[in-house]
């Protein structure tokens, strides 16, 4: 008895879908159309999030120490800028490292003939853990004892920064409101179905169909569009995400940049696409048939 109305239920549910094929396609449609948005965005912010993590590894502070420190107590600067909140470490550079570091950038270095490590001075380089903070970490170096300078590329950083925090509050508004979106074309769908079929629904109920039973082929029906909508908007974002990030990586300009392989977010992305689909596509169905249901 069970397996007949589970299969009456997906009967049901099927036959709405092909009776109303027009209003199913959009509702389709527009499911799709609000999740390659809320992907791109998304993928947008986590790529944006993957470049500031790339350059806090590889970004850091110049600490110039002053020159009238001798080696050693230059370097017993180290843990003194160790401590600082923010470092994550603090690599020492020889005036002696410096210099020929510098002379390695020439082929030619007849010029610098005459010339010693000594008119270099004794640094650091400091690693952080955080580039949003970079500003106090700054600020807190240059207060140390043997510190001159402290030279940090603070514009680059700041901007990058405000990109992400920019993108990312975009990202959660956009999902949000194509959330709704796709919530409320799912249910106006629905409604048209619930309409043709009141009188059906109004007849069931007073001969003793229980609210349940009226209200699962239009769940089903939900469920399905929005499962459709769901992979096709996978497989659309797939291919989008691919086209875009190779024509970004061969384009002039964008090759420092490193973008996540999309298979390594497939499935979380397909669990997230597959939970708003049937999400959108069971609480519009609900929404749609509770007025029709109170006879």
């Known amino acids: 008895m069970k397996g007949n109305r589970f299969f009456y239920y997906i009967r049901e549910g099927i036959n709405s879908i092909f009776n109303h094929s027009f209003m199913s396609f959009a509702s389709v449609c527009i499911i799709v159309a609000c999740l390659i948005i809320m992907g791109s965005f998304t993928l947008l912010a986590l790529n944006v999030d993957t470049v500031i993590d790339t350059m806090e590894s590889q970004n850091e502070i110049l600490v110039v120490v002053n020159d009238s420190l001798t080696e050693d107590q230059a370097?017993?600067?180290?843990?003194?800028?160790?401590?600082?909140?923010?470092?994550?470490?603090?690599?020492?550079?020889?005036?002696?490292?410096?210099?020929?570091?510098?002379?390695?950038?020439?082929?030619?270095?007849?010029?610098?003939?005459?010339?010693?490590?000594?008119?270099?001075?004794?640094?650091?380089?400091?690693?952080?853990?955080?580039?949003?903070?970079?500003?106090?970490?700054?600020?807190?170096?240059?207060?140390?004892?043997?510190?001159?300078?402290?030279?940090?590329?603070?514009?680059?950083?700041?901007?990058?920064?405000?990109?992400?925090?920019?993108?990312?509050?975009?990202?959660?508004?956009?999902?949000?409101?194509?959330?709704?979106?796709?919530?409320?074309?799912?249910?106006?769908?629905?409604?048209?179905?619930?309409?043709?079929?009141?009188?059906?629904?109004?007849?069931?109920?007073?001969?003793?169909?229980?609210?349940?039973?009226?209200?699962?082929?239009?769940?089903?029906?939900?469920?399905?569009?929005?499962?459709?909508?769901?992979?096709?908007?996978?497989?659309?974002?797939?291919?989008?995400?691919?086209?875009?990030?190779?024509?970004l990586i061969s384009g002039a300009g964008f090759g420092f940049l490193t973008f996540l392989p999309f298979s390594q977010m497939a499935i979380p992305i397909l669990a997230v696409f597959a939970a708003v689909g049937l999400g959108v596509g069971t609480i519009g169905s609900l929404l749609a048939i509770k007025n029709y249901l109170k006879v």
């Open 75 to 247: 370097r017993s600067l180290g843990p003194l800028i160790e401590a600082v909140p923010n470092v994550s470490r603090a690599v020492f550079v020889s005036r002696d490292k410096a210099w020929a570091d510098f002379l390695d950038t020439y082929e030619d270095t007849s010029r610098f003939e005459g010339l010693d490590s000594g008119i270099i001075p004794d640094r650091y380089e400091v690693f952080l853990e955080d580039i949003a903070l970079m500003k106090q970490t700054q600020q807190d170096i240059a207060e140390l004892p043997g510190v001159t300078d402290v030279m940090a590329a603070l514009t680059i950083m700041q901007g990058f920064v405000r990109i992400r925090n920019i993108v990312t509050i975009i990202s959660l508004v956009l999902v949000a409101m194509l959330f709704f979106i796709s919530l409320f074309i799912m249910s106006n769908t629905i409604k048209l179905t619930t309409f043709e079929r009141r009188d059906e629904i109004a007849i069931m109920k007073m001969v003793g169909a229980t609210s349940t039973f009226i209200r699962w082929p239009f769940v089903v029906q939900g469920l399905i569009l929005g499962l459709i909508g769901a992979l096709v908007s996978f497989l659309m974002e797939w291919g989008l995400y691919q086209l875009v990030t190779e024509k």
